[in-house]
C-alpha cells in the first residue's frame, strides 16, 4: 500500500512546475516582439493596402523581427562574485557580455551555446512567424486569396503547440526581459 502523502507530494510538485513553467511564456514568446510589429504592421502595409513601397518595406520589417527573436533567445545573464548583473549573448565558447567581454561569470561552461538554444530560438522564431504570416494587414498585401479560416487557425494551433513544447523543454537562459524575481528560481537555476 502507498502512502497518500507521497503521491500527494509529488502532484503538488508536477503541478508546480507546469504552472510555473506555463507563468514563463511571456517571457519564452517572442511577446515584445509580436506587440512591436502588431503596432507598425498597419503602418507599413497602408492597412493591407500594399504597393511596392510597402511590400519592400513589410519585408525588411518581417526580416529585422525575425532576427530580433532569434537574438533574444541567445542572451543570458549572471551575477559576479559581487552580486552584480550582467547580460551578454550566449556563443560556442561561452557568454559575450555586453560591455565588451570584460566580465565572465564564475563557470564560463554554463553558459555556452546549446542545441537545445536552438531549438528554442526556432520556436520563437516559428511563434513570430505564423503570427505575422497571420496578421490581416500581411494578408490583404501578400497573399490575400488565403482562407480566414486558415489565418484564424493556424496562429493558435502553431502557439498551443510550441506553448507545450516551451512548457515541457523550458529555457535555462534568463536573458533581457527575464524577471528579477524569478532570478533565483531552483527549478530554472544551472546545475
Given at each position: 500500500?502507498?502512502?497518500?502523502?507521497?503521491?500527494?507530494?509529488?502532484?503538488?510538485?508536477?503541478?508546480?512546475?507546469?504552472?510555473?513553467?506555463?507563468?514563463?511564456?511571456?517571457?519564452?514568446?517572442?511577446?515584445?516582439?509580436?506587440?512591436?510589429?502588431?503596432?507598425?504592421?498597419?503602418?507599413?502595409?497602408?492597412?493591407?493596402?500594399?504597393?511596392?513601397?510597402?511590400?519592400?518595406?513589410?519585408?525588411?520589417?518581417?526580416a529585422f523581427s525575425a532576427a530580433s527573436?532569434?537574438?533574444?533567445?541567445?542572451?543570458?545573464?549572471?551575477?559576479?562574485?559581487?552580486?552584480?548583473?550582467?547580460?551578454?549573448?550566449?556563443?560556442?565558447?561561452?557568454?559575450?557580455?555586453?560591455?565588451?567581454?570584460?566580465?565572465?561569470?564564475?563557470?564560463?561552461s554554463d553558459y555556452k551555446l546549446k542545441?537545445?538554444?536552438?531549438?528554442?530560438?526556432?520556436?520563437?522564431?516559428?511563434?513570430?512567424?505564423?503570427?505575422?504570416?497571420?496578421?490581416?494587414?500581411?494578408?490583404?498585401?501578400?497573399?490575400?486569396?488565403?482562407?480566414?479560416?486558415?489565418?484564424?487557425?493556424?496562429?493558435?494551433?502553431?502557439?498551443?503547440?510550441?506553448?507545450?513544447?516551451?512548457?515541457?523543454?523550458?529555457?535555462?537562459?534568463?536573458?533581457?526581459?527575464?524577471?528579477?524575481?524569478?532570478?533565483?528560481?531552483?527549478?530554472?537555476?544551472?546545475?
Amino acid at each position: 500500500m502507498k502512502d497518500e502523502g507521497t503521491d500527494e507530494s509529488h502532484l503538488i510538485y508536477v503541478l508546480n512546475m507546469i504552472l510555473s513553467g506555463t507563468a514563463r511564456l511571456n517571457v519564452l514568446l517572442p511577446t515584445a516582439t509580436i506587440l512591436a510589429f502588431t503596432i507598425f504592421a498597419p503602418l507599413l502595409t497602408n492597412d493591407g493596402e500594399c504597393d511596392t513601397l510597402n511590400l519592400w518595406l513589410m519585408g525588411i520589417f518581417l526580416a529585422f523581427s525575425a532576427a530580433s527573436c532569434v537574438f533574444f533567445a541567445f542572451t543570458d545573464s549572471f551575477r559576479t562574485a559581487t552580486g552584480r548583473l550582467y547580460y551578454g549573448v550566449a556563443t560556442f565558447s561561452g557568454i559575450w557580455t555586453f560591455n565588451g567581454g570584460r566580465k565572465k561569470p564564475c563557470v564560463p561552461s554554463d553558459y555556452k551555446l546549446k542545441w537545445a538554444d536552438l531549438f528554442h530560438a526556432s520556436l520563437s522564431l516559428v511563434a513570430f512567424l505564423t503570427f505575422a504570416a497571420s496578421h490581416n494587414d500581411v494578408v490583404e498585401c501578400y497573399y490575400p486569396a488565403m482562407p480566414r479560416k486558415v489565418t484564424n487557425t493556424v496562429p493558435l494551433v502553431v502557439g498551443f503547440v510550441i506553448s507545450v513544447l516551451f512548457v515541457v523543454f523550458p529555457s535555462k537562459r534568463r536573458g533581457i526581459g527575464y524577471p528579477f524575481l524569478l532570478q533565483r528560481d531552483a527549478l530554472y537555476s544551472r546545475k
